[in-house]
C-alpha cells in the first residue's frame, strides 16, 4: 500500500547534537511538507519542497535544513542552532493538483536530553 | 487572533451522542480540511472541502464559504471515535496549510 514512512517513531538527542529525522513517500507526489506540533498549538510549517532539488522555508525554520534529492525521500535535519527542538514532527505529502488532499505520516517524537 | 479558530477546544460526549465540531476562519481560502489525530501521534486526512457538504459513513463536513465557517459532524459517537479533530486551511497556489489548535474528543461508554 502506498503512503508515508516517517522513522524513527521516538528519538532522544544529546544538546548540541544534530539529528536528521527520516520520510519517505511511494505515492509519487510531487510535494512533500515537514510541520511541527507543540502541546496546545496548531501544526506549524518548517519546509516544504514542490519539486526535486528546490524547497522553501516555512514559518519556523530557523535551526533546521532539509534536502530533495529524490522525489519520495525529505530528510528534515534539526541542527543544534534550534533552541527548542523537543517536539513532535510530522511529514506530509500531496499531489499539486487542488482536487487532492495531503497525506500525513505518523510523526516522529523527538525528545532533546 | 489566529487564522484559524476551532471551538470547543474539548468535548466529552456519551457513545451515541451527535457531536458538532467548529472551525471559523479568516481569510479567504481555497480547500478547508478536517483532520483526525489519534493518540499515537498520527493523522488522518478526513475530509477536503471547498463548498457544499461531503459525508463519509457517519462523519459529515459541510462549509460556509460566505461566513467562513465550517463544521464536523459525527453522528452516533462510538468511543474508538476519541481522537483530535483538526481544521486546517489552504490559501493560495502554493499549497500551505494554515492549521487550527484542533479540538479533543472523547466519547465515553
Known amino acids: 500500500d502506498g503512503g508515508i514512512t516517517q522513522s524513527p517513531k521516538y528519538l532522544f538527542r544529546k544538546e548540541g547534537q544534530n539529528v536528521t529525522l527520516s520520510c519517505e513517500q511511494n505515492?509519487?507526489?510531487?510535494?512533500m511538507y515537514w510541520y511541527r506540533q507543540d502541546p496546545g498549538q496548531g501544526l506549524r510549517l518548517i519546509y516544504y519542497?514542490?519539486?526535486?532539488?528546490?524547497?522553501q522555508k516555512g514559518d519556523i525554520a530557523e535551526g533546521y535544513s532539509v534536502s530533495r534529492e529524490k522525489k519520495e525521500s525529505f530528510p528534515l535535519t534539526v541542527t543544534s542552532a534550534q533552541k527548542n527542538p523537543t517536539a513532535f514532527y510530522l511529514c506530509?505529502?500531496?499531489?499539486?493538483?487542488?482536487?487532492?488532499?495531503?497525506?500525513f505520516g505518523s510523526g516522529t517524537r523527538l525528545t532533546v536530553v | 487572533k489566529n487564522e484559524v479558530e476551532q471551538s470547543p477546544q474539548n468535548l466529552t460526549a456519551q457513545e451515541g451522542e451527535f457531536i458538532t465540531i467548529n472551525c471559523s476562519y479568516s481569510?479567504?481560502?481555497?480547500?478547508l480540511h478536517w483532520l483526525q489525530q489519534h493518540p499515537g501521534g498520527g493523522i488522518v486526512s478526513l475530509f477536503m472541502l471547498s463548498s457544499g457538504k461531503k459525508k463519509h459513513g457517519r462523519l459529515i463536513a459541510t462549509i460556509n464559504i460566505q461566513e467562513k465557517h465550517s463544521s464536523l459532524h459525527i453522528t452516533a459517537s462510538h468511543p474508538r471515535d476519541s481522537a483530535v479533530y483538526i481544521c486546517a486551511v489552504g490559501k493560495g497556489s502554493n499549497y500551505k496549510l494554515t492549521f487550527g489548535k484542533g479540538t479533543l474528543l472523547t466519547v465515553n461508554p
Open positions: 506530509a505529502s500531496s499531489i499539486l493538483d487542488r482536487r487532492h488532499g495531503y497525506t
Open positions: 481569510v479567504g481560502i481555497s480547500a
Open positions: 519542497s514542490q519539486i526535486v532539488n528546490d524547497f
Open positions: 505515492l509519487n507526489h510531487d510535494a
